[in-house]
């Protein structure tokens, strides 16, 4: 009779054993209540529903010519999307090598806004990223790999390879008083940038190693001219850009080019408009580079940019489905605690599992698992298939590595899961349903909004995408801000003032401190 | 023997209000102890300190020696049913015991089992949200049950069920008890423990005012009284009472006496020529032995003291 008092169980006998019988429970919880498991599958429905048919009513079509084609982008060595189009006078080089010039200025005009509708307001002026120097590059062909050093009117010299790297050398421009010596050096695949003041003592800018540099490149002065951005305010807090033609002309001479290079006596160097655009026709040249030289002096005037673009749309343009299918998260996970506390469920939870934070924990591990597997079900769905209709459509979609792909898909299931446990413990701590996913709303999604939405000023909506739990929606960024680009970087246009990581860790961190209050408040309050 | 269940002190205050002012009390393994007492005693309150459930300011409950909050796979140790009410309606009955087996580390074997123990077989695939109170105090038993525990908490399980159920509740308890398991059952009403508990606790006011078996508790409500039943009550009546005795009515044909013995009221009543057809020593029912216990614990004497014998 007395042994009966002390049956020895052999369930749960250690702690983390007694855990994972915990989750397994809150687990056969949740998918036993069909409306959760249908709520889940609502938010995944919406994200997919909302993000595939946007993509199939998007339609974009470009002209070459007369001819209407779909739009395309120049894409990089490393598949990113960019811009390359520059003024290139060259010679051919075979093997290691190098190429030594002296910049002596740089001037330009400049197109503003009409004063008077129809005149073109045209003033002299280079902007901040207008570039010249000296390049290596394979061949001629739009987006080939290169490696160059440079002046530029406002970023000092830089040393930049591939399009997106770049490294900063000396400050300063170039003026007829104080010119500039550049020198570019190969040796195999490792390119060495150099840079002085009077062609004497040198300064390492940089080394670099192309991703794919033949034996014999393309070796010679560039300039390069980025349109002007002019952003104005609209009536409602949005913003317009405008990006306007502008041009540089830059002077070289001291021009001396070392190894084997092709027809060395008396050998004429070649000149090409890289990535020219053409008028309507398809003969004549719009905006065209051009150069003189005179006595081993060159006058190269270039126009465009030879940099990463963002000009396009991202694969994250597909997820507009994402707020809907958020609250739908939201309302779940709220459910799965408040629906314990209204029905006085929550003790008979406690009796089972006494040690009031485990039990918490368990339920935190099953929502977030959940969301998880929601979230990632759907970004797995709608970002590939919607970017492949987005594309199909004619549409220009700026490829990113599939890294970055994946990034971005696990990014929304971490995001997903972050906001569902964040809801689960709003919903512990104020208890009641409609409240609780209000508050949960009112942290993630509708900042969110009013970020994107264009009717905040610019640096209050950057703060709260910094400050708020919808910084974590920088996660699913795909294209980075490219610092050696000047752009209109808003989060209106899809860029967040944060890493992504970090995005997402301050939603994390919103996530575990509501998580934990609502542990401290469990474990404090008799039940 | 090892008490299953110890309440030691325990104190408790919910603002001005004194829930529990001293509760001790120890159930035992091998018998059903009724808690019982008027509602706002302190009975619930006391199961949820034990249960970890609530925290007590002074005082503490163990059971098997140790805390609630201690105890791992706790629903193994200790069953417990304490509102038949908390379920969510959209989940079945079945998967309702489903989660708590799963809690413990048990299969759904166990859950099968203990739905036909209570009956539940034909109805455990459906809503938990569709079950009359009745079906729903029969869930709350099975997953009280579910952990095979060695110790019983049941807060008025009585409540909602049919008298079939009732019975078949009297029966599983005082079964469960035979195997030798400790089963605590409270109630506020004494009619329930009557054929169910061995042992009582009876509280008022937060604290016990009796610990004791069922037995010794209608021995002491019944003390020197004596039933006689009597086709002429005004006669035999008015004869007790000259010979210094109290009457009290119990019903058309029953007077109880106090204060004489069962064979002098025979003689009296003979010489009187008072016809009686049956004189008894008194056996109180649990209910009365309770009022008289209640009126103690709520401070609500008779102010006459010839009103003192019950009379229901």
């Known amino acids: ?38 709520g889940m599958a609502v938010g995944v429905a919406l994200v997919v529903a909302l993000g595939l048919m946007s993509a199939a009513g998007s339609h974009a079509s470009c002209g070459m010519g007369d001819v209407e084609t779909a739009c395309t982008l120049t894409t990089g060595p490393g598949g990113e999307a960019v811009s390359d189009r520059f003024f290139f006078v060259h010679r051919r080089l075979d093997g290691d090598g190098s190429i030594t010039v002296r910049v002596d200025s740089m001037t330009g005009q400049i197109r503003l806004p009409d004063a008077t509708p129809g005149v073109r307001n045209v003033v002299a002026g280079v902007v901040p990223w207008a570039k010249a120097g000296i390049m290596v590059k394979d061949g001629v062909r739009e987006g080939a790999s290169y490696a160059a050093v440079m002046v530029t009117a406002r970023h000092g010299v830089r040393m930049q390879h591939d399009f997106t790297e770049d490294v900063a050398g000396g400050p300063g421009g170039v003026s007829p008083g104080s010119p500039r010596w550049l020198r570019l050096t190969r040796s195999g695949g490792t390119l060495t940038g150099y840079e ?26 560039f300039v390069a001219s980025p349109g002007d951005l002019t952003v104005s305010r609209g009536n409602l807090g949005g913003a317009s850009v405008q990006v306007r033609f502008t041009e540089a002309t830059a002077v070289f001479d001291q021009v001396r080019l070392e190894g084997r290079v092709e027809g060395r006596t008396g050998g004429t160097w070649s000149h090409d408009d890289v990535g020219v655009a053409y008028e309507p026709g398809g003969r004549t040249p719009h905006h065209p580079g051009r150069f003189t030289e005179s006595g081993g002096t060159f006058t190269i005037t270039g126009v465009g940019d030879v940099a990463p673009s963002t000009e396009g749309m991202r694969i994250e343009s597909t997820l507009s489905g994402q707020a809907a299918g958020l609250v739908a998260v939201m309302v779940v996970a709220v ?193 | 023997m090892r008490a299953a269940i110890e309440v030691i002190g325990l104190r ?93 580390g048990l299969g759904a074997r166990r859950v099968d089992e203990v739905i036909e123990q209570v009956g539940l077989g034909a109805v455990a695939r459906r809503r938990a949200g569709g079950f009359s109170l009745g079906m729903r105090q029969r869930l709350g038993i099975a997953a009280a049950l579910l952990g095979d525990p060695p110790v019983l908490m049941l807060d008025e399980p009585v409540n909602g069920l049919d008298p079939v159920g009732i019975v078949w509740i009297r029966g599983l308890l005082r079964s469960l008890a035979a195997e030798g398991r400790a089963v605590l059952v409270s ?43 009597t086709t002429a009550r005004p006669e035999a009546m ?48 649990l209910e009365e032995a309770y009022m008289e216990l209640s009126r103690d614990a709520v401070e609500f004497r008779a102010t006459t003291p010839g009103d003192g014998t019950a009379t229901s």
């Open chain 2, 238 to 285: 008015e004869v007790l009472a000259r010979a210094g005795a109290r009457v009290a009515v119990q019903d058309r044909d029953t007077l109880t006496v106090s204060g004489l013995e069962a064979g002098r009221i025979v003689a009296l009543l003979g010489a009187n020529d008072v016809p009686f057809s049956e004189v008894a020593a008194h056996r109180a029912s």
């Open chain 2, 12 to 104: 408790k205050r919910y603002g001005p209000t004194v829930a529990l002012d001293g509760m001790s009390f120890t159930v035992l393994p091998g018998r059903v102890t009724g808690f019982v007492g008027p509602n706002g005693a302190g009975k619930s309150t006391t199961m949820r300190v034990i249960l970890g459930l609530d925290t007590a300011d002074e005082g503490s409950a163990l059971v098997g020696g140790r805390p609630y909050r201690s105890l791992r796979a706790p629903l193994c140790q200790v069953g417990a049913l304490l509102d038949a009410a908390a379920l969510q309606p959209s989940r079945t009955a079945r998967n309702h015991l489903l989660w708590l087996a799963h809690s413990q």
């Open chain 1, 1 to 38: 009779m007395t042994d009966s008092t002390t049956v020895v169980t052999g369930h749960g006998a250690n702690g983390r054993d007694g855990f994972r019988h915990l989750v397994h429970a809150e687990w056969t919880k949740f998918r036993t209540v069909r409306g959760w498991v249908a």
């Open chain 2, 187 to 229: 109630s506020h009403l004494m009619s329930e423990m009557q054929d169910m508990a061995d042992h009582l606790v009876v509280a008022g006011r937060g604290r016990v005012v009796a610990d004791t078996s069922v037995a010794d508790l209608i021995a002491a409500a019944s003390d020197g009284r004596v039933t006689l039943r």
């Open chain 1, 196 to 221: 002085s003041d009077d062609g004497r003592r040198w300064i390492v800018v940089g080394t670099a190693r192309p991703a794919r540099l033949p034996a014999t490149v393309e070796a010679g002065m």
């Open chain 1, 335 to 527: 459910l799965f605690v408040t629906a314990e506390h209204r029905r006085g469920l929550f003790r008979t939870t406690l009796l089972a599992a006494p040690r009031r934070g485990r039990a918490f924990a368990a339920k935190t591990v099953v929502i977030g698992a959940v969301a998880f597997a929601a979230g990632l079900t759907a970004a797995a769905l709608t970002v590939p298939l919607g970017a492949r209709i987005l594309r199909a459509n004619g549409n220009a979609v700026l490829p990113v590595s599939t890294f970055t792909e994946l990034r971005v898909v696990a990014g929304v299931a971490a995001l997903t899961a972050a906001v569902a446990v964040l809801a689960l413990a709003c919903g512990a701590l104020v208890r009641r349903g409609a409240a609780a996913v209000t508050v949960v709303a009112g942290l993630v999604v509708v900042p969110h909004i009013l970020a994107t939405a264009s009717v905040l000023p610019l640096g209050v909506a950057r703060w709260l995408l910094r400050l708020t739990p919808a910084a974590g929606f920088a996660v699913q960024q795909s294209v980075p801000e490219y610092a050696q680009v000047l752009g209109y970087y808003s989060p209106q246009g899809g860029y967040y003032p944060l890493p992504p990581l970090a995005g997402l860790a301050v939603l994390c961190g919103y996530a575990a401190l509501a998580a934990v209050l609502a542990a401290v408040r469990m474990s404090r309050a008799d039940a």
